[in-house]
């Protein structure tokens, strides 16, 4: 079945770093993939999307590449801040499968000043 | 324009109880989707539903249940709850469900803590 897996965490960073979160897949189809960021005692929010080969998906100052020859999506920033600290987490959804997502286990990030 | 709302913000319930979770979608969206996050690990699917049906479910046992109103928002219910059972459940909302680049929009969920 599909399956998202993520680098372990917890990640801990300075202020200014460079950051990159691993992410690869498993899929039957041809899926979409995301980018999810949870803060302390919130709900996840949508951080980015890419929804095909080769597609970049960009907010924020994140950003990550849709690679299809090595089903990866992994995350990065050119330079983190404090403010980044969170919970992010890799997901897939299907071809067909629109309402379901599938999550990996979440990476924490903790940036230092 | 407003978010997907859920109610209760926190609950708790003992052993063997039933519990009800609230879900409204963003105005417009036919689709929503529960998740049951445990602390320390991504969400996992519980139900989609659109326009009242059941579109797919979750690996979750049949004390598990749901379902979607003509105005589009949701229940989720539990019964004969379960100490593992306690966990963070979230509802979202998307426009058709169907295409996988529709995307999913996150409520702030339900803290749900089993005695």
């Known amino acids: 079945g599909d399956s998202v897996t993520q680098m372990e965490g917890p990640v801990t960073l300075s202020e200014e770093a460079f950051l990159t979160i691993n992410c690869t897949y498993t899929?039957?189809?041809?899926?979409?993939l995301f980018w999810y960021v949870q803060y302390p005692g919130e709900g996840l929010q949508l951080l980015l999307k890419a929804t095909k080969a080769d597609d970049k998906g960009s907010n924020k100052g994140f950003e990550a590449t849709y690679r299809k020859e090595t089903t990866s999506f992994h995350l990065e920033k050119g330079s983190v801040q404090v403010s980044d600290s969170a919970v992010y987490f890799c997901a897939l959804s299907d071809q067909g499968q629109g309402g379901k997502l599938i999550f990996g286990q979440g990476t924490e990030l903790s940036v230092k000043p | 324009d407003a978010g997907v709302t859920q109610s209760p913000t926190h609950l708790i319930k003992t052993r063997g109880q039933h519990v009800t979770l609230r879900c409204s979608p963003i105005s417009g969206h036919k689709s929503v989707s529960w998740y049951q996050q445990v602390l320390g690990q991504g969400p996992q699917f519980i139900f989609q539903?659109?326009?009242?049906?059941?579109?797919g479910r979750g690996n979750f046992p049949d004390r598990f249940s749901a379902r979607q109103f003509p105005n589009y928002s949701s229940e989720l219910n539990v019964n004969a709850l379960l100490l593992g059972d306690s966990a963070l459940y979230l509802c979202?909302?998307?426009?058709?469900?169907?295409?996988?680049?529709?995307?999913?929009?996150f409520g702030p969920g339900t803290r749900l803590t089993v005695l």
């Open positions: 979202a909302s998307s426009l058709d469900g169907i295409t996988s680049t529709d995307t999913q929009y």
């Open positions: 899929a039957t189809g041809y899926p979409s």
């Open positions: 539903y659109y326009e009242k049906e059941e579109r």
